[in-house]
């Protein structure tokens, strides 16, 4: 049984890829100054990078259940599409946030890493529509842990030194 239909998590997805893809030209194209504003922007992107990898990861969760060859392809297209701009997008930010993205972990390896492992998984994916959801769904989780308590720790930090 379906907890919320996946047409609509495509949907939600699609807008938070057209976000990624601003915010990539944003900071790959145009580097901002840095400014209390970039600051901001960079841990309300971070946030959203975490909210897109918990809703990749419910979206993967959800396709064990889909029949529709079209519908679990296009999931698997817009999943992969979005991790691949977050792995340029976390790089491309770390030069505003209040942590270095090498010191990031998830089961003992660095952040990319294991974002790039993820990634590769689906993209093989791509040609058998099969995919083992629950070990990449239980690594994304992870992978938007560690970057909200990152956040937290780095707020918390601008906090005290105001």
Known sequence: ?????????LS???EEIEFQQKVATT??????KYTPETLTSVQETLKR??????????ILSELEDVQEK????EALMLSSESLSL????????????PFFLENLRVENKPILEKLE????????????LQLSSRDITRVLEGLAKTLEVSINAGERLFECES
């Open 1 to 9: 049984m379906e907890l919320y239909p996946l047409p609509l998590l």
């Open 12 to 14: 939600r997805l699609e």
């Open 27 to 32: 900071y790959l194209v145009s580097l901002p």
């Open 49 to 58: 990078i975490s909210a897109d990898l918990r809703l990749v990861s419910l």
């Open 70 to 73: 079209d519908l679990k392809e």
């Open 86 to 97: 977050v792995s340029l997008l976390l790089p491309a930010v770390e030069r505003y946030a």
């Open 117 to 128: 492992e993820v990634l590769e998984e689906i993209e093989n994916s791509l040609e058998s």
